[in-house]
């Protein structure tokens, strides 16, 4: 069950929009929400995404209003791009780019959002990937 669902955009933007924008195929809302969920996904990794996005079977263990806006706020603007169908376009590029923003934000440790849980890395001995990464200058050899 993705952490949000067609109606849920409703407060974002409204249903009749999102008719006429996917011609009433809702393949492609579907498709929109799971591009921002991924979206979303890839800046907040350090966080327990199963706890906070859920499954396709089981719902968020940890619900949160501020990450269900940020993610509606990037799912209307992957709505939007296929045709604005009477949407003002600039404030729901707004919306996105503020999203993206927060998230970034977020990603850096500049924001500490409450109750989010992290990534339970008690049984690793090394970080997973290549996000580290360091290296000196070569060794000088002076003599005076």
Known sequence: M??????????NIYAEIITEITRADNTIVDSAISAAIQEAKMYLSRYDLVQLFGTDTTAPSVPDEYLDSLVKDLACWHL???SNA??????????????ISALKNIQSGLTQPQGWPYIDTKGETAPQGDAIRWQSNPKRHNYY
């Open 2 to 11: 993705p952490i949000i669902t067609q109606s849920d955009l409703a407060t």
């Open 80 to 82: 939007l791009r296929l």
């Open 86 to 99: 009477g949407a003002d376009y600039s404030s729901y590029r707004t919306a996105y780019q503020d999203a």
